[in-house]
Protein backbone atom coordinates (compact mmCIF):
# COMPACT_ATOMS: atom_id res chain seq x y z
CA UNK A 1 0.00 0.00 0.00
CA UNK A 2 1.06 3.52 -0.18
CA UNK A 3 1.73 3.90 3.65
CA UNK A 4 4.27 0.83 3.05
CA UNK A 5 5.90 1.97 0.13
CA UNK A 6 6.60 5.59 1.77
CA UNK A 7 7.94 3.45 5.02
CA UNK A 8 10.74 1.44 3.10
CA UNK A 9 11.75 4.66 0.46
CA UNK A 10 12.21 6.61 4.31
CA UNK A 11 13.71 4.06 6.00
CA UNK A 12 17.30 5.69 5.68
CA UNK A 13 16.35 9.04 6.93
CA UNK A 14 14.22 7.47 9.28
CA UNK A 15 16.93 5.55 10.90
CA UNK A 16 19.29 8.56 11.19
CA UNK A 17 16.69 10.42 13.09
CA UNK A 18 16.47 7.09 15.15
CA UNK A 19 19.79 7.34 15.98
CA UNK A 20 19.78 11.23 16.79
CA UNK A 21 16.85 10.70 19.04
CA UNK A 22 19.03 8.01 20.78
CA UNK A 23 21.62 10.06 21.46
CA UNK A 24 19.07 12.74 23.20
CA UNK A 25 17.87 10.30 25.30
CA UNK A 26 21.31 9.07 26.46
CA UNK A 27 20.17 5.50 25.56
CA UNK A 28 23.78 4.85 23.02
CA UNK A 29 26.30 3.78 25.12
CA UNK A 30 29.64 5.85 24.24
CA UNK A 31 32.92 3.82 24.93
CA UNK A 32 35.14 5.84 27.80
CA UNK A 33 37.85 4.00 28.80
CA UNK A 34 39.80 6.35 30.82
CA UNK A 35 36.40 7.17 32.88
CA UNK A 36 35.45 4.47 35.37
CA UNK A 37 32.09 3.18 35.67
CA UNK A 38 30.96 5.72 38.42
CA UNK A 39 32.11 8.73 36.42
CA UNK A 40 30.57 7.73 33.25
CA UNK A 41 26.95 8.83 34.00
CA UNK A 42 28.64 12.52 34.86
CA UNK A 43 29.45 13.19 31.21
CA UNK A 44 27.68 15.73 29.60
CA UNK A 45 25.28 14.70 26.73
CA UNK A 46 26.45 17.42 24.20
CA UNK A 47 23.62 16.46 21.65
CA UNK A 48 20.66 17.11 24.40
CA UNK A 49 22.49 20.54 24.97
CA UNK A 50 22.81 21.55 21.72
CA UNK A 51 19.13 20.91 20.22
CA UNK A 52 18.07 22.14 23.56
CA UNK A 53 19.73 25.59 23.19
CA UNK A 54 19.68 25.99 19.68
CA UNK A 55 16.13 25.08 19.50
CA UNK A 56 14.79 27.12 21.97
CA UNK A 57 17.26 30.40 20.89
CA UNK A 58 15.73 29.71 17.27
CA UNK A 59 11.94 29.84 18.74
CA UNK A 60 12.47 32.25 21.39
CA UNK A 61 10.93 35.05 18.85
CA UNK A 62 7.86 34.29 16.86
CA UNK A 63 7.60 35.91 13.30
CA UNK A 64 5.50 38.96 13.48
CA UNK A 65 2.67 38.63 11.14
CA UNK A 66 1.26 42.09 9.04
CA UNK A 67 -1.86 42.57 7.04
CA UNK A 68 -1.74 45.36 4.28
CA UNK A 69 -4.67 47.08 3.81
CA UNK A 70 -6.14 46.36 0.27
CA UNK A 71 -6.74 50.34 0.07
CA UNK A 72 -3.60 52.50 1.84
CA UNK A 73 -5.00 55.11 4.19
CA UNK A 74 -8.72 54.85 4.04
CA UNK A 75 -9.40 54.65 7.65
CA UNK A 76 -12.28 51.48 6.83
CA UNK A 77 -9.19 49.43 4.94
CA UNK A 78 -6.53 50.40 7.58
CA UNK A 79 -8.89 49.32 10.56
CA UNK A 80 -9.97 45.99 8.62
CA UNK A 81 -6.36 44.83 8.11
CA UNK A 82 -5.48 45.81 12.10
CA UNK A 83 -8.09 43.75 13.11
CA UNK A 84 -7.27 40.93 11.09
CA UNK A 85 -3.74 41.07 12.65
CA UNK A 86 -5.51 41.14 15.84
CA UNK A 87 -7.46 38.15 15.52
CA UNK A 88 -4.23 36.22 13.91
CA UNK A 89 -2.39 37.44 16.75
CA UNK A 90 -5.31 35.56 19.37
CA UNK A 91 -5.22 32.45 17.19
CA UNK A 92 -1.72 32.23 17.88
CA UNK A 93 -2.11 32.56 21.79
CA UNK A 94 -4.87 29.96 22.04
CA UNK A 95 -2.69 27.69 20.22
CA UNK A 96 -0.09 28.21 22.88
CA UNK A 97 2.09 28.57 19.61
CA UNK A 98 4.78 29.70 21.67
CA UNK A 99 5.26 26.39 23.15
CA UNK A 100 4.56 24.59 20.22
CA UNK A 101 7.34 26.73 18.71
CA UNK A 102 10.04 25.20 20.88
CA UNK A 103 8.68 21.94 20.37
CA UNK A 104 9.29 22.13 16.38
CA UNK A 105 12.37 24.07 16.41
CA UNK A 106 13.87 21.58 18.48
CA UNK A 107 12.85 19.07 15.85
CA UNK A 108 14.45 21.19 13.62
CA UNK A 109 17.84 21.18 14.91
CA UNK A 110 17.65 17.51 16.01
CA UNK A 111 16.06 15.95 12.84
CA UNK A 112 16.36 18.90 9.71
CA UNK A 113 12.72 18.91 9.88
CA UNK A 114 10.19 20.18 11.86
CA UNK A 115 6.71 19.60 9.99
CA UNK A 116 3.74 21.84 10.88
CA UNK A 117 -0.06 20.55 9.79
CA UNK A 118 -2.62 23.61 10.21
CA UNK A 119 -6.03 22.70 10.68
CA UNK A 120 -9.39 24.27 10.07
CA UNK A 121 -10.30 22.77 13.20
CA UNK A 122 -8.71 20.44 15.62
CA UNK A 123 -7.64 21.42 19.19
CA UNK A 124 -10.22 21.89 22.37
CA UNK A 125 -10.09 25.64 21.38
CA UNK A 126 -10.39 25.81 17.72
CA UNK A 127 -13.36 23.38 18.12
CA UNK A 128 -15.26 25.67 19.84
CA UNK A 129 -14.41 28.96 18.28
CA UNK A 130 -13.98 27.64 14.87
CA UNK A 131 -10.69 29.22 14.23
CA UNK A 132 -7.43 27.40 12.45
CA UNK A 133 -5.21 24.56 14.91
CA UNK A 134 -1.99 24.12 14.67
CA UNK A 135 -0.53 20.65 14.48
CA UNK A 136 3.38 19.89 14.96
CA UNK A 137 3.73 16.20 13.78
CA UNK A 138 7.52 14.37 15.37
CA UNK A 139 9.10 13.61 12.11
CA UNK A 140 9.79 10.28 12.43
CA UNK A 141 5.68 9.31 12.32
CA UNK A 142 5.36 11.55 9.12
CA UNK A 143 5.34 10.31 5.31
CA UNK A 144 4.83 12.75 3.04
CA UNK A 145 3.99 12.06 -1.00
CA UNK A 146 7.20 11.60 -2.95
CA UNK A 147 7.86 14.89 -4.22
CA UNK A 148 10.48 15.00 -7.31
CA UNK A 149 11.50 19.10 -5.54
CA UNK A 150 13.80 18.50 -2.57
CA UNK A 151 12.91 22.17 -1.54
CA UNK A 152 8.35 22.06 -2.07
CA UNK A 153 8.03 22.06 1.83
CA UNK A 154 4.36 21.67 0.69
CA UNK A 155 3.64 17.91 -0.25
CA UNK A 156 0.43 17.11 -2.28
CA UNK A 157 -0.50 14.78 1.06
CA UNK A 158 0.98 13.47 4.08
CA UNK A 159 0.32 9.93 6.47
CA UNK A 160 0.97 10.43 10.03
CA UNK A 161 1.67 7.26 12.21
CA UNK A 162 -0.05 6.96 15.63
CA UNK A 163 0.78 4.23 18.09
CA UNK A 164 -2.87 4.60 19.87
CA UNK A 165 -4.37 2.15 22.69
CA UNK A 166 -7.62 0.25 22.27
CA UNK A 167 -9.23 2.26 25.38
CA UNK A 168 -8.17 5.70 22.79
CA UNK A 169 -10.30 4.40 20.00
CA UNK A 170 -13.36 3.13 22.42
CA UNK A 171 -13.28 6.81 24.13
CA UNK A 172 -13.23 8.84 21.19
CA UNK A 173 -14.88 6.38 18.01
CA UNK A 174 -16.98 4.05 20.14
CA UNK A 175 -19.10 2.58 17.08
CA UNK A 176 -16.08 2.37 14.52
CA UNK A 177 -14.15 0.34 17.79
CA UNK A 178 -16.77 -1.93 18.47
CA UNK A 179 -16.15 -3.65 14.48
CA UNK A 180 -12.45 -3.46 15.04
CA UNK A 181 -10.76 -6.73 14.87
CA UNK A 182 -9.35 -7.35 18.09
CA UNK A 183 -7.81 -11.08 17.93
CA UNK A 184 -9.34 -13.96 19.27
CA UNK A 185 -7.26 -14.32 23.08
CA UNK A 186 -8.40 -11.81 25.62
CA UNK A 187 -10.34 -9.59 23.50
CA UNK A 188 -12.41 -8.37 26.52
CA UNK A 189 -9.67 -8.59 29.73
CA UNK A 190 -8.89 -6.20 32.32
CA UNK A 191 -5.88 -5.14 29.84
CA UNK A 192 -7.26 -5.32 26.62
CA UNK A 193 -7.98 -1.57 26.93
CA UNK A 194 -4.18 -1.24 27.06
CA UNK A 195 -3.61 -3.23 23.46
CA UNK A 196 -1.59 -1.13 21.39
CA UNK A 197 -3.14 -0.22 17.53
CA UNK A 198 -1.66 1.90 14.88
CA UNK A 199 -3.47 4.78 13.49
CA UNK A 200 -2.63 6.06 10.37
CA UNK A 201 -4.12 9.53 9.44
CA UNK A 202 -4.67 10.71 5.84
CA UNK A 203 -4.09 14.46 5.09
CA UNK A 204 -4.41 16.28 1.38
CA UNK A 205 -6.41 19.68 0.59
CA UNK A 206 -9.57 17.80 0.49
CA UNK A 207 -9.86 15.91 3.32
CA UNK A 208 -8.55 13.42 6.41
CA UNK A 209 -8.78 10.13 6.71
CA UNK A 210 -8.39 7.65 9.74
CA UNK A 211 -7.46 4.03 9.43
CA UNK A 212 -6.58 2.02 12.30
CA UNK A 213 -4.20 -1.18 11.61
Given at each position: ?7 R ?34 V ?65 V ?38 A ?25 P ?35 L???
Open positions: CTFERRRNRGGYIQKMVEVQRMYDGDIWVPLPELDENERPGANLLLQGVEQLGMRASSVLPDTNFAPLRPGVDKWEAMARDQRRAYQGWEDMNDLERKEGRRCRFLAYGSGPTIIKPRGGPVSIKRSMPHWQIVNPLSLFPAENDPDDIEPSDVIIQRHVTLGWLRDRYIQALNLYKGAADSNGAHAGERKFDLLEYNDAEETVIVV
